[in-house]
Nanobody, 122 residues
Framework: QVQLVESGGGLVQPGGSLRLSCAASRSIFSNNDMAWYRQAPGKQRELVATITTGGRTGYADFVKGRFTISRDNAKNTVSLQMNSLNSEDAAVYYC????????????????WGQGTQVTVSS
């Protein structure tokens, strides 16, 4: 049973913007913090941004000032607005549900989306 579904990936030119969205089941969304990860070919998966159930956000240094995470509690969706994209942002982006404990995000093992590809190229 697919419980997290990402959308919005695609091809964008350097300097451009994309908005990713993740639709989650109500039970997952309402009870968990949410986050976006990404994984580029040959690289480890890395945490991009987090958002608590209360809307507090956190960002990796490499996206601060460029990416914005948000959640719509009425629609059970979490979004990632990505601006000023560069080639290093190209990756598969994954939506997850988890818990933030003492400042660290812990994804729940079963709550990962299938990923959406972001390609940055001129």
């Amino acid at each position: 049973q697919v419980q997290l579904v990402e959308s919005g990936g695609g091809l964008v030119q350097p300097g451009g913007s994309l908005r990713l969205s993740c639709a989650a089941s109500r039970s997952i969304f309402s009870n968990n913090d949410m986050a976006w990860y990404r994984q580029a070919p040959g690289k480890q998966r890395e945490l991009v941004a987090t958002i608590t159930t209360g809307g507090r956000t956190g960002y990796a240094d490499f996206v601060k000032g460029r990416f914005t995470i948000s959640r719509d509690n009425a629609k059970n969706t979490v979004s990632l607005q990505m601006n000023s994209l560069n080639s290093e942002d190209a990756a598969v982006y994954y939506c997850t549900a988890g818990q933030i404990y003492r400042g660290t995000y812990f994804p729940l093992g079963d709550y990962w989306g299938q990923g959406t590809q972001v390609t940055v190229s001129s």
